[in-house]
T-cell receptor, first 112, second 112 residues
Framework: SQKIEQNSEALNIQEGKTATLTCNYT??????LQWYRQDPGRGPVFLLL?????KEKRKERLKVTFDTTLKQSLFHITASQPADSATYLC???????????FGSGTRLSIRP | EAGVVQSPRYKIIEKKQPVAFWCNPI?????LYWYLQNLGQGPELLIR????????DSQLPKDRFSAERLKGVDSTLKIQPAELGDSAVYLC??????????FGPGTRLTVL
């Protein structure tokens, strides 16, 4: 079965620096990969989607890369702010079945 | 636009009791999902509906869990009888024509 690995330990970053989160997967590559943000006590919120034929996607201070050879996606937050502190989940999507499989998430903490 | 609505937000019951969760998706979204999320883990799919049809319920423990989505709009997830291991957050999500999923705030279930 598919296995998704995200940084298991919390990531602590100084405000203003770039935060980089990793999502690795085994076995077959997904048709697309999504990143979600989740705050305590709330449901995940969609951030970005990148397809298997795309190398990079950007949205404001966010950037996602997708390397199907390495079976890895990197999620970057530039000029990080304390308000970016949250848990970030990657999710792999397969074909048009609308089914996605979530990783366990990485907790990001931005200190002032 | 209203988001995904879930109720109740919190529920505490004793083991062997029944419990039900309700979800109202975003208007016009045909696809509805129920997820289970344990602490420190990503959401795990329990069941996915396309309109009123359950198209993926392979992860739903059918001996005690049941779900329905009459008329293809709101949905109810039921557990009967509840077990200690069912304590978790139950998330509902919906999606329209794209792959992005919109999540509700979740119901935190505690089974004593």
């Amino acid at each position: 079965s598919q296995k998704i690995e995200q940084n298991s330990e919390a990531l602590n970053i100084q405000e203003g620096k770039t935060a980089t989160l990793t999502c690795n997967y085994t076995n077959y590559s997904p048709a697309y990969l999504q990143w979600y943000r989740q705050d305590p006590g709330r449901g995940p919120v969609f951030l970005l989607l990148i397809r298997e034929n795309e190398k990079e996607k950007r949205k404001e201070r966010l950037k996602v890369t997708f390397d199907t050879t390495l079976k890895q996606s990197l999620f970057h937050i530039t000029a990080s702010q304390p308000a970016d502190s949250a848990t970030y989940l990657c999710a792999l999507g397969y074909s048009s079945a609308s089914k996605i499989i979530f990783g366990s998430g990485t907790r990001l903490s931005i200190r002032p | 636009e209203a988001g995904v609505v879930q109720s109740p937000r919190y529920k505490i019951i004793e083991k062997k009791q029944p419990v039900a969760f309700w979800c109202n998706p975003i208007s016009g979204h045909n696809t509805l999902y129920w997820y289970l999320q344990n602490l420190g883990q990503g959401p795990e799919l329990l069941i996915r509906y396309e309109n009123e049809e359950a198209v993926d319920d392979s992860q739903l423990p059918k001996d005690r869990f049941s779900a329905e989505r009459l008329k293809g709009v709101d949905s109810t997830l039921k557990i009967q009888p509840a077990e200690l291991g069912d304590s978790a957050v139950y998330l509902c999500a919906s999606s329209g024509t794209g792959e992005e999923q919109f999540f509700g705030p979740g119901t935190r279930l505690t089974v004593l």
